[in-house]
């Protein structure tokens, strides 16, 4: 019986447990399983909702061997519309530990475009893996969104970015750095320069609020039309993703006078092996004119400085946005954060070379959220 994709309904969950164990006994990476449970526990689908995960699974004869996740969510697009578009992500085949089932990948993906054609992934974890690669073979149309980082702690930075710390000689020049005080000074001494070179931005006042408010809907009008596409960022839709239940995330209210100019996201990181044991802030998510994301940055990064973060990372693909960073005193980075646009959605945004620098995406567009940010 040829493979067959289905939506993942209940009576799979049995099913799709014995795939997640045939994948760890395969020798597959930890965090590669699938979902336990048919119904998403972030964005379900409900009767009114425009933003929302579902969930597929590929059946050979009633076995499990696949599966990817699709969140639908509005776009306001070059053309003055706003049309769902699909964000394809959390692909898995058994392919990973059997070359019998290579082909599930291809199916899967082959299968997620039939359903919605204005497709596009984001995150991906680099050009080396399997998936970037069979969508640029496709014809799908792709770049690196920029990655950033600020160094708050520098000795601690030195002593546990274990990304870095990859050879001997590198090890012991940072321990060195740390020990004598002189990266510390060179880290502090970039990030200065930095700011010296950086335009000034008007002073800003700042407001952790609980939940995003109906104050979010004239940024949003005042602001969509600044970017060539942006995932659809009113009060709705932000209350959605960023409930007042997630107390891990901090929500940002920027104003200049009486003024909003906008608003941010920020929060720490999961644990990773690659930062050792600092603490890791990300900005998650913005939303500003281009004109104003020098403050909207400043601002976020203070938040997360006074959260005592060792470390803060941002992945931003407009220009502006990678400006701001960089006149904030962050430093870029090579990045394996990739967006990749199928056909159609690539024929909105033409000429994509052009267009992909005023594309407004942030971490939150990817695999990051809830918590994996």
Known sequence: MPIVIQPYRPEHEPAVQEFNARLKNGGAESDLVFYRYAEPRWLPQVDYGHLYNEYFVALDNGVVRGGYALKHQPFSLPDGSVRSVGYYHHP????????????????LLKD????????????????????????????????????????????????????????TTRRLLMDLGAITGGGWAALKTLEAVKKLRAPHAPKVAVEEVEEFGEWVDPLWQQSKDQYVTSAVRDCETLRLLYPASDK???????????????????????????????????????????????????????????????????????????????????????????????????????PFEQSKSRIHFTRADGDGLPRNF
């Open 92 to 107: 898995l085949s058994e392919g990973i530990v059997n070359k019998s089932y290579a082909v599930v990948g291809s199916f």
């Open 248 to 350: 891990h995330l901090m929500r940002l209210r920027i104003r200049r006078g009486s003024e909003d100019i906008g608003l941010a996201v920020v929060g720490e990181r999961r644990k990773d092996a690659k930062y050792g044991s600092m603490r890791v802030g990300s900005i998650v998510d913005c939303l500003a004119s281009p004109d104003d994301s020098l403050a909207v940055i400043r601002a976020a990064s203070d938040a997360l400085k006074q959260s005592k973060m060792d470390l803060i990372v941002s992945n931003q693909s407009h220009s502006a946005w990678c400006r701001a960073l960089e006149n904030s005193g962050f430093m870029r980075a090579e990045s394996n954060f990739i967006f990749a646009a199928s056909k159609k959605l690539a024929a909105l945004l033409e």
């Open 112 to 167: 997620a475009m039939n359903r919605t054609p204005l497709l596009y992934c984001l995150g991906m974890g680099g050009y080396d893996n399997p998936l970037p690669k069979m969508l640029i073979r496709l014809g799908w149309s792709h770049c690196a969104v920029p990655f950033y980082f600020k160094v708050v702690n520098p000795t601690r930075f030195l002593r546990q970015m274990y990304a870095l710390r990859t050879s």
